[in-house]
T-cell receptor, first 108, second 113 residues
Framework: QKEVEQDPGPLSVPEGAIVSLNCTYS??????FMWYRQYSRKGPELLMY????GNKEDGRFTAQVDKSSKYISLFIRDSQPSDSATYLC????????FGQGTELSVKP | NAGVTQTPKFQVLKTGQSMTLQCAQD?????MYWYRQDPGMGLRLIYY???????DKGEVPNGYNVSRLNKREFSLRLESAAPSQTSVYFC????????????FGPGTRLTVT
């Protein structure tokens, strides 16, 4: 079992929808939780990170961490076609471990 | 400020051939990393270098060697390429004393036939 599990999708939603992307992790030593966004044929870029349980907002994006259940989520409100990308969750506890990535397509 | 650069962008090798993937960063970061990305597998760490002069194995090091040439450059070598090494390779760097954010290069698409 991978240390970080992520539903690979693909996920297709209409423009304006609320998107929920989810990961689970197994290692309690993980301290930092990150979401990277990767456009097609590009390298990943950091979207958001948090190190505590609870919610962190940045514009249309909200990262949520529940350490008691080892569950992390990324919510995208009012999704746009420009949000179409692969989203990777990552957990840092020494080394950065990535989930498999979820491919998201937002249709106009 | 170019960030992280990788060469080449594309490469096709025959089984058994060798090659070196080059990576350089201009952000004065101490740590550098090599990942491979395969469909359904996400990014997997091959090797990393926490600082100049040190290298450590990651999750999938077999079949690869690395060299941290100086603070800027970190190369990945395939001594005898195999079809299982067909993948997209990403180099990344970070300054862990500032933040855990890793900055990625554009990737090298390698096909081994």
């Amino acid at each position: 079992q991978k240390e970080v599990e992520q539903d690979p999708g693909p996920l297709s939603v209409p423009e304006g929808a609320i998107v929920s992307l989810n990961c689970t992790y197994s290692n309690s030593a993980f301290q930092y939780f990150m979401w990277y966004r990767q456009y097609s044929r590009k390298g990943p870029e950091l979207l958001m990170y948090t190190y505590s349980s609870g919610n962190k907002e940045d514009g249309r994006f909200t990262a949520q961490v529940d350490k008691s259940s080892k569950y992390i989520s990324l919510f995208i409100r009012d999704s746009q076609p420009s949000d179409s990308a692969t989203y990777l969750c990552g957990n840092q506890g020494g080394k950065l471990i990535f989930g498999q990535g979820t491919e998201l397509s937002v249709k106009p | 400020n170019a960030g992280v650069t990788q060469t080449p962008k594309f490469q096709v090798l025959k089984t058994g051939q060798s090659m070196t993937l080059q990576c350089a960063q201009d952000m004065n970061h101490n740590s550098m990393y090599w990942y491979r990305q395969d469909p359904g597998m996400g990014l997997r760490l091959i090797y990393y270098s926490a600082s100049e002069g040190t290298t450590d194995k990651g999750e999938v090091p077999n079949g690869y060697n690395v060299s941290r040439l100086n603070k800027r450059e970190f190369s990945l070598r395939l001594e005898s390429a195999a079809p299982s090494q067909t993948s997209v390779y990403f180099c990344a760097s970070s300054d862990a004393q500032v933040s855990y954010e890793q900055y990625f290069g554009p990737g090298t698409r390698l096909t081994v036939t």
